[in-house]
């Protein structure tokens, strides 16, 4: 029996998906009516962010997927009650930036604990995977989804920042992999996508997909960062990733690694593929 929390999120959903067919799996959420999962998932109620609530959910399980976003805080805390519950392989859903300074990490202030999950898992003495993925090629739907679903400019900051995105569908077939398989126990895997892009580029190739002739206008990054805000983003989660993108304006963050090719056994989706499975999250509805 695999155990997941997070599930009825991006990736947690993904890889319910990945093991239904071929495994046990429970999945532990605060809302179980909505959940939404495949017909032969087990769901079952519980936060993991109070671990108090996952004990009937651990109770006889063999593995559990900690997805730092659903745990929290709670990290080593849930970790410790698999333990004690005889639950024998731990694998952390992390982040690439995890060993960057904490106020480094963007995605903290959102309340995600990458760092908090990777360093359970790995000091959990049970079976452990941690994975550490570069950023999620869906980023691309939530900083430019709406301006392209209402034409063909896209305003954003720092044209030529580059990183690897990876395709979610991606890193999910890896997490089962992980969960699954004995060769990458002990292991904190760096995964990204194949190719090294910019935000220009990814904007082109969006394009691309959907043959319409899109056109990327750098804004600076002050007056951008002020209509995140007024749009309803956190102050200092901005400020986080603009500083992010300004310290990698000459040199790409997270170059491509060939982790995931290995993993996989086959190449990882490029950007241009996610791009071509996703034309209609960025055609305008109706
Ligand atoms: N986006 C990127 O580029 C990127 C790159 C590397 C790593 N990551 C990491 O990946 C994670 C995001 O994955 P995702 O996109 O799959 O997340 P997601 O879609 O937001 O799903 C997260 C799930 O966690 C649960 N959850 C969310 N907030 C919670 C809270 N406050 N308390 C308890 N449960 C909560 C929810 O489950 P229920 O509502 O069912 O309880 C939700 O479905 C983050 O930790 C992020 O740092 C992201």
């Known amino acids: 029996m695999i155990v997941l929390t997070g599930a009825t999120g991006l990736i947690g959903r993904l890889l319910a998906a990945e093991l239904v067919g071929s495994h046990e799996v429970r999945v532990v959420t605060r809302s179980p009516r909505t959940a939404g999962l495949p017909a032969g998932v087990e769901v079952v109620e519980g936060d993991p962010q109070r671990p108090g609530t996952l004990v009937d959910a651990l109770r006889g399980a063999d593995a559990l997927f900690l997805h730092s976003r659903a745990v929290g805080d709670a990290a080593h805390d849930v970790v410790a009650l698999a333990r004690d519950l005889g639950v024998c392989r731990v694998v952390a859903l992390a982040a690439a930036n995890v060993d960057d300074p904490l106020d480094a990490q963007p995605s903290r202030l959102r309340g995600d604990r990458n760092k908090e999950a990777d360093d359970a898992v790995a000091t959990s003495g049970l079976d452990w995977v941690s994975l550490r993925p570069s950023s999620f090629a869906g980023n691309a739907l939530t900083a430019w989804g ?6 063909n400019d896209v305003r954003y900051v720092y044209a030529g920042f580059e990183e690897s995105p990876l395709d979610e569908r991606d890193l999910a077939a890896a997490l089962a992999e992980s969960l699954t398989r004995d060769e990458l126990l002990g292991r904190r ?4 996508g194949p190719e090294s892009l910019s935000h220009r580029e990814m904007v ?3 394009g691309v997909a959907l043959r319409r002739p899109l056109r990327f206008h750098e804004v600076p990054a ?8 007024a749009g309803g983003l956190p102050e200092p989660f901005v400020a986080a990733m603009m500083t992010r993108y300004a310290a990698h304006r000459t040199r790409p963050q997270f170059p ?6 290995k993993l996989l056994g086959r190449p990882p989706r490029t950007f241009a593929e996610w791009a071509t499975d996703h034309v209609a999250d960025f055609e305008a509805a109706g």
């Not at 002050?222 to 805000?229: D, K």
């Open 256 to 261: 491509p690694t060939p982790e995931l090719e």
């Open 146 to 151: 709406g301006q392209i679903r209402a034409g």
């Open 222 to 229: 002050e007056p951008a960062a002020r209509g995140m805000v």
């Open 189 to 192: 895997i760096d995964l990204t």
């Open 204 to 206: 082109r190739q969006i």
